[in-house]
């Protein structure tokens, strides 16, 4: 009995220590901030993923929606008054700078200019029989010899005058491009100033955006700019600068941008949405991390690093100047340097002289 009851008492005894052993085992296993002075004793390891630190070239830009226009846009009038006997060109069809596309009946056109070039044949023969006669035999008067020539001047000018109107009866195109819409049809009854078709120039095509304010000194004209579309995620098209504009537009208070890209292809199209990113600052050499990595504290900015110590792995935490940034990347300007092992996975879990393992692409140690 005696001997029972002391085996009772050791048990009892033993309990708030195995206790004790399990909740510090518990804590550990679930990575919990450990108490202070456990530091030193690397009393948890915990679990990161690290990427070398490397140099690199980083392009800061300025990012503009902008819409898509066509590099020339063309409506095309009449220039005389008929009715429309011929078409020569069908909407889609692309056509060349002087390509006919229709024709505007011109019979009472060709009667005049033939009355004209009969009219203007007897002036001119009337010049000269009287600038003979009066040169060589001064017969005549010498006003009505200026005068038949004034007459003979007069008729090859109305000649000249129906002749350019009876080429006007076909209309042509003035640039070249894609015949885009066509307003008239066989037997439609145009007057001079009648639009008629519209042509469209799609190679290249022209970006036009706006830039805010506060980026606008940093945009010029040659700047280099990277475009994409939604609507094709797989392109990308690289241009510059060709206008940047120096008066704000007072609605939206940005600054007007162009850039021309080529497009033979014809796969952009007018007011597509552009996301425009012309660059601002480029830096050849850069230091570089995810901001992601970045842990923001009450007195700046830190990031962790791992450190061989004693044959095992410690966190070390490493206070950082952030420079400029672009997506989810920044500059770190000064605290990191190329060859450190930046933690990426963990960094909010671990504190400076934490015994860690590296695992997932960085490896398992």
Request: proline share 4%; aromatic share 4%; charged share 30%.
């Amino acid at each position: 009995m005696k001997r029972a009851g002391l085996m009772a008492k050791r048990t009892l005894w033993m309990l708030p220590l195995v206790a004790a052993v399990a909740c510090g085992s518990d804590a550990q296993a679930d990575g919990a901030e450990p108490a202070e002075g456990e530091e030193a004793g690397f009393s948890r390891v915990i679990n990161v993923e690290v990427t070398p630190v490397g140099v690199e070239e980083f392009v800061e830009s300025v990012r503009v929606t902008g819409t898509v226009e066509a590099y020339r846009d063309v409506v095309v009038s009449a220039e005389e008054s008929g009715t429309v006997v011929e078409i020569f060109r069908d909407k889609g069809a692309r056509v060349a700078a002087g390509d006919s596309l229709l024709r505007i009946d011109d019979r009472l056109l060709r009667a005049q200019v033939d009355e004209a070039r009969a009219r203007a044949a007897l002036a001119r023969e009337t010049w000269e029989r009287r600038k003979r006669l009066w040169e060589e035999d001064q017969v005549g008067s010498e006003l009505a010899y200026l005068e038949a020539r004034y007459g003979a001047e007069q008729a090859a000018a109305g000649l000249a005058s129906l002749e350019r109107r009876l080429e006007r009866t076909v209309v042509t195109a003035p640039i070249e491009g894609v015949l885009d819409d066509r307003m008239v049809e066989l037997g439609t009854l145009v007057n001079p100033g009648t639009m008629v078709a519209r042509i469209v120039d799609l190679n290249p095509i022209k970006v036009v955006g706006g830039v805010p304010e506060r980026y606008a000194a940093d945009v010029r004209t040659g700047a280099s700019a990277r475009v994409t579309f939604d609507v094709l995620p797989e392109e990308v098209w690289d241009g510059r600068v060709g206008f940047a504009g120096n008066a704000v537009d007072a609605r939206s208070r940005t600054y007007p941008v162009e850039l021309t890209l080529p497009n033979p292809g014809g796969l952009v199209k007018p007011e597509m949405v552009a996301n425009i990113e012309v660059v601002r600052r480029t830096f050849p050499d850069a230091v570089v991390a995810d901001q992601d990595a970045v842990v923001r504290k009450e007195d700046g900015y830190v990031v962790f690093v791992v450190e061989e110590v004693d044959g095992g792995l410690v966190a070390r935490s490493r206070a950082v100047q952030l420079g400029a940034t672009q997506e989810n990347r920044v500059v770190i300007e000064a605290g990191l340097a190329p060859g450190d092992r930046l933690v990426t996975v963990g960094q909010q879990q671990v504190a400076n002289g934490d015994r860690v393992r590296i695992v997932g692409s960085g490896g398992d140690r």
